[in-house]
């Protein structure tokens, strides 16, 4: 089965940083790939698919970029309502794996 | 308004069989699979299972296939997540997730439902 590996496993941040998060996979998933941002007590949200779709109503400051097997979520300008835990998931076949995540706070 | 409204809280003791559910609305139940999502406390998420509400066609993650079963009843828009036998590692939050095709991103999730095995 395809392994998704995130980095780093958390992150701080001052508010404005631009802050980047990687997922890699052991193979191949073309673009298959999304992100998902999981605030504290909440249920996850789909922030991005096709590795670089923006999900309707999703702050631009959002974006994801990458092909193949590496791939990047990256946040222009942190805000305080970007904490949250971020994880990467791969959906070409089944098992459809989710990275590791990596948790986001402020400095 | 898409919305995927699961069961609520369980209690249960180890070697007790449960079943949980996801109701649908606001779209076309058959139009879209159903993903279960396993989060223990503290922890990330976890791909279990899929089905196809359509015809039933399921593919489970090898973590799990043996152990849970999925289900649909179409008249009532409506997924199932069933455990014949639990262990207290089943202990966790339970999300089921809609996709519009078997591999496509999960855009509307459940409020996820607390399973709590304990003797």
């Known amino acids: 089965d395809i392994q998704m590996t995130q980095s780093p496993s958390s992150l701080s941040a001052s508010v404005g940083d631009r802050v980047t998060i990687t997922c890699r996979a052991s193979?191949?998933?073309?673009?298959?790939l999304a992100w998902y941002q999981q605030k504290p007590g909440k249920v996850p949200e789909l922030l991005i698919y096709?590795?670089?779709t923006l999900q309707s109503g999703v702050p631009s400051r959002f974006s994801g970029s990458g092909s193949g097997i590496d791939f990047t979520l990256t946040i222009s300008s942190l805000q305080p309502e970007d904490v949250a835990t971020y994880y990467c998931?791969?959906?070409?076949?089944?098992?459809?794996?989710f990275g590791g995540g990596t948790k986001v706070e402020i400095k | 308004e898409v919305q995927l409204v699961q069961s609520g809280a369980e209690v249960k003791k180890p070697g007790e069989s449960l079943r949980i559910s996801c109701k649908g609305s606001?779209?076309?139940?058959?139009?879209?699979?159903i993903s279960w999502v396993r989060q223990m406390p503290g922890k990330g998420l976890e791909w279990m299972g899929r089905?196809?509400?359509?015809?039933?066609?399921?593919n489970y993650s090898p973590s799990y296939e043996g152990h849970v079963t999925t289900s649909t009843d179409k008249s009532i828009s409506t997924a199932y997540l069933q455990w014949s036998s639990l262990e207290a590692s089943d202990t966790a939050v339970y999300y089921c997730?809609?996709?519009?095709?078997?591999?496509?991103?999960?855009?509307?999730w459940g409020q996820g439902t607390l399973v709590t095995v304990s003797s």
């Open positions: 089905i196809d509400p359509s015809d039933s066609h399921t």
């Open positions: 998931q791969k959906y070409d076949s089944a098992p459809l794996t």
């Open positions: 997730a809609r996709h519009p095709g078997a591999g496509r991103q999960f855009d509307y």
């Open positions: 606001g779209y076309s139940f058959t139009s879209y699979w």
């Open positions: 096709a590795a670089s």
């Open positions: 193979h191949d998933i073309t673009n298959c």
